[in-house]
Every structure is written in structure tokens, then in C-alpha cells.
């Protein structure tokens, strides 16, 4: 079902930024209390307001709407008090991000029946924000025309900690745009080298453009109980100015799926737009260590490819290489580089301990 109209100078985007992670991946200075989004992890900025910083020209973007844990509302408050404008949805308890999305389709669509949406998640990184926006630009009229776009981020190594898309096929009708052949699980080492080697395959960074009634109605024929609780759960909300407090018994009944397996994954209107932009999901120690640059806090002798994270006291090597040490408050961690996928189990292990 193609738009009312296209895009143009008199239409603009609304993004939808998802806070509802934990963060858990970069513990121990990421934690449920205060998740990674809210850390000043690359520059003075935390990534949630970097993220608000993207789309922050009212003359590309709309106000925000921001889809929170409830217990984080205090911190999104904070972040958001220089945003006018912005919707502030408060999950009182999670389930994935479908849901997520069709409760923000839903309080936008009340605000504008034709809104295209900006799915993005609040703790990535974009270092090349003008290529970002140039591919907005390039899937926003897939978007208003009813395809489900998603941005494939072009990989620089067989990363086996995300999901791929392989689009190997032009769309014949909007330049610039792919054809999305299949998502692929994250991949083994081997797979993913074979993926690297065979071109045509981009990691899938989890952003997402799509009109809001698109969305809802693909969400309504593939994941009808998803889609059927989102909205009750705005419908029967409790509402107060600009923050959305969703109804829990609705929540309580709705799946816990994410929006790739729920909609994306099974629509046969996926398109992809290529995005070479410096991303990162910051996903992990390893992440953080390649884009964070030195370690000012960290004194090194006879020491090599070693990063140090302190929020406190001074760090001093002698003699070793290839690690990454973190130390916060009464805790410090020293783990091996490139093995820092397998920290939830050393947080288990302390929660344990």
C-alpha cells in the first residue's frame, strides 16, 4: 500500500529510538540499573544522547518517541530535557522489541496517520552521520511507497557476534535499494568468513525505516498476538503530557519476540539499504576497545595491544599484551582480548560467587 503522498521538503521522519536493553555485554560498568545507552563510553556524550544528536534537524526529523524500561524513566528524563517535543513510552516490563515498535507505530499514528518511521536502537555508535542520513534519504521513498527497509551494515571482518543479511538483488523500482534474499542467524567463524569472501552479505545493525501503518498491518498478518497486544496497550495506557505508561496486563499477555523474528524475518516486503557509516553496537569490551581510542588513565611498560577502562583508580601493566582491564568501584576485571562475548558468564559467576 504505497503512501498519500511522497516524500518531500514538507514531510519529515520520526524517529524511534529503542532504550529497553540491559546492557549486560559490558559489564561490570554497564548494569541493569544504569544500562550502557546512559554511559559516556566514546566522548563526553553518553550514546542515547548521541543518538538524540542524529536526528536532531527538525527539518529532516520529528520529535523522538523513546520506548523505555519504566525503571529508566529518571535517566531518559534527563537525556530528553533538552528535546521538545518528545514521547517518552514506559514499558512496565519488557518484551523485545516487536512489541516495542507497534506500541510506537501506534502513539505516532495518532499524531499523524502518515508517519514513516526511523527505527533505531539508543546505544550504537555512527562516527559518518552524513553518509547515515544519505541513506535515510536514499530508503525514504521504499519506505513511503510500503516496503519495510532495513540497513545492512557493510561488514569489515567475519564478525560471528551478529546477524546477516544477504541482498545480492537490485530493487527494480527504487535505486540504490536491494531486495532482501534472507536474514542469516549469527554464523560460526567458518560461515562467516565464507560470507565475508562471497560479498553481497552486511551485518544486520537492527535499524529500521517503514511507514507506521505498514508496520502494523504486516505486524497484524504475521504476528497477530503481538500486534493485537501492542495496541491494547496503548489503547488502555495511562497517559500524562508526553509520557505513555503502557497497560501491563496487556503486556503481560504478549510475546516476547524480537521485530526480526516477529515481522522482518517473514514479510515478503523487506528491502535494504547499504550503510557504510563507521557503525558499532558497541556490543561488547572488544567493540568498545576498537573505537574508544586510548587509554588515559592506564600506565603501560613492555605492554602491547592492551586496553584499560578505570572510573577510578590508576591501572599500570608490566609485561603483558592483549588484554582488557575494567575497573569500577569496588571491582576489577582482567579478561584475555577476543573474549569478551563470554563476559555473562563471568558476571554469573561474581552474581554467584
Request: one cysteine or more; aromatic letters at 6%.
Amino acid at each position: 500500500m504505497a503512501g498519500s503522498g511522497s516524500l518531500g521538503a514538507s514531510r519529515v521522519i520520526r524517529p524511534i529510538i529503542l532504550s529497553g536493553g540491559s546492557g549486560t555485554r559490558l559489564w561490570p560498568l554497564s548494569t541493569p540499573s544504569r544500562p550502557k545507552q546512559f554511559l559516556p563510553l566514546i566522548g563526553a556524550e553518553t550514546l542515547f544522547q548521541q543518538t538524540l544528536d542524529r536526528v536532531a534537524d527538525r527539518s529532516r526529523y520529528g520529535a523522538p518517541i523513546v520506548v523505555a524500561n519504566a525503571a529508566h524513566e529518571l535517566l531518559c528524563a534527563a537525556e530528553l530535557a533538552e528535546t521538545p517535543g518528545a514521547t517518552l513510552i514506559l514499558e512496565p516490563i519488557a518484551r523485545n522489541t516487536a512489541v516495542a515498535i507497534v506500541m510506537a507505530a501506534a502513539v505516532a499514528l495518532r499524531q499523524d496517520p502518515d508517519a514513516v518511521l526511523l527505527v533505531m536502537p539508543s546505544d550504537h555508535r555512527i562516527g559518518a552521520e552524513a553518509i547515515f542520513h544519505r541513506a535515510v534519504s536514499l530508503g525514504a521513498e521504499a519506505a513511503d511507497a510500503g516496503l519495510l527497509v532495513t540497513f545492512g551494515i557493510e561488514p569489515t571482518a567475519p564478525e560471528i557476534g551478529y546477524g546477516y543479511l544477504e541482498a545480492s538483488h537490485p530493487h527494480p523500482r527504487h535505486p540504490g535499494v536491494r531486495r532482501v534474499d534472507r536474514f542469516k542467524e549469527k554464523p560460526d567463524l567458518a560461515s562467516a568468513e565464507a560470507m565475508l569472501a562471497a560479498g553481497d552479505h552486511y551485518w544486520n545493525g537492527g535499524i529500521f525505516l517503514f511507514r507506521a501503518d505498514r508496520f502494523v498491518e504486516e505486524c497484524a498478518f504475521l504476528a497477530p498476538e503481538v500486534h493485537q497486544c501492542g495496541i491494547a496497550a496503548v489503547e488502555h495506557a495511562a497517559t500524562q503530557g508526553s509520557v505513555v505508561r503502557p497497560a501491563l496486563d496487556a503486556l503481560q499477555a504478549c510475546p516476547d519476540i524480537s521485530v526480526d523474528y516477529a515481522v522482518m524475518e517473514r514479510s515478503a516486503e523487506i528491502a535494504m539499504v547499504a550503510l557504510d557509516a563507521d557503525w558499532s553496537d558497541v556490543g561488547s569490551w572488544d567493540a568498545l576497545a576498537e573505537r574508544a581510542g586510548g587509554n588515559s588513565t592506564a600506565v603501560m611498560v613492555d605492554s602491547s595491544n592492551c586496553f584499560v577502562s578505570s572510573s577510578g583508580p590508576e591501572v599500570a601493566l608490566l609485561g603483558v599484551d592483549d588484554l582488557i582491564v575494567i575497573a569500577t568501584g569496588e571491582r576489577v576485571v582482567i579478561m584475555r582480548r577476543g573474549r569478551s562475548q563470554e563476559i555473562k558468564q563471568l558476571a554469573a559467576a561474581s552474581a554467584n560467587g
